[in-house]
């Protein structure tokens, strides 16, 4: 009992540490942003995307250590398990419910990045630039699906409420950067994306085993 205990609040613990572990990448890029008014290199961007993904694959490993440990333990559940039952009910069991809503955050990034790098390349830069697009790849994987369509709703927002004071001070000759609007946007959606989404409707979208 005392075992199951601990892995129950383990599992809870884990299951904050993308949350904070997100929101404090994008806090300390959002402070460089301020004090040198640029991004770092790209390279460096992706490092916390490493990272992160290391940070997923141990949770992923923990949390399967902790599901077959628990079926173990259950007179019930046990049968479940070999020699009972073939591994691959369990490792069924493991992707549905932990592995494919990684996978789905993951395949959401991805595709985020690839509309970026095409962005960048028709722009010649103009748009943004590695950066950038990296920055975006970043942040979309941190929010994941489906807080990633909140993300777009306020980065395209904020966006556009630029260009409108652009318009207004009559600004011709400037760059309409993403970079702020990447971030304010992964910080609120970290911050406030379950519940805009459940408010509009759209959290019958997260994918959940």
Not at 126 to 137: I, M, P, Q
Not at 160 to 186: E, S, Y
């Given at each position: 009992m005392l075992f199951s205990f601990v892995i129950t609040k383990t599992i809870t613990i884990l299951s904050l540490v993308p949350l904070v572990t997100g929101g404090?990448?994008?806090l300390a890029l959002a402070f460089y942003l301020y004090l040198k008014h640029e991004l770092p290199k790209t390279k460096i961007i992706y490092w916390p995307a490493g990272g992160y993904g290391a940070l997923l694959l141990m949770q992923l490993i923990i949390y399967t250590y902790a599901q077959y440990i628990a079926w173990l333990e259950?007179?019930?559940?046990?049968?479940?398990?070999?020699?009972?039952?073939?591994?691959?009910?369990?490792?069924?069991?493991?992707?549905?419910?932990?592995?494919?809503?990684?996978?789905?955050?993951?395949?959401?990034?991805?595709?985020?990045?690839?509309?970026?790098?095409?962005?960048?390349?028709?722009?010649?830069?103009?748009?943004?630039?590695?950066?950038?697009?990296?920055?975006?790849?970043?942040?979309?994987?941190?929010?994941?699906?489906?807080?990633?369509?909140?993300?777009?709703?306020?980065?395209?927002?904020?966006?556009?409420?630029?260009?409108?004071?652009?318009?207004?001070?009559?600004?011709?000759?400037?760059?309409?950067?993403?970079?702020?609007?990447?971030?304010?946007?992964?910080?609120v959606s970290l911050a406030l994306g379950g519940w805009l989404l459940q408010s509009v409707g759209l959290d019958v979208l997260k994918v959940v085993g």
């Open positions: 404090l990448v994008i259950n007179p019930v559940s046990r049968y479940l398990l070999p020699p009972y039952q073939s591994l691959d009910y369990f490792a069924g069991y493991i992707w549905f419910h932990y592995g494919l809503p990684l996978a789905v955050n993951l395949a959401a990034a991805v595709v985020w990045w690839g509309i970026l790098i095409i962005l960048k390349r028709r722009s010649q830069g103009l748009w943004l630039d590695n950066s950038e697009a990296a920055l975006g790849f970043l942040t979309a994987w941190l929010v994941g699906w489906p807080n990633i369509l909140m993300y777009w709703a306020i980065m395209f927002s904020l966006m556009v409420l630029r260009l409108a004071v652009a318009n207004i001070k009559k600004q011709v000759d400037f760059r309409l950067a993403v970079t702020w609007p990447m971030i304010i946007a992964t910080l």
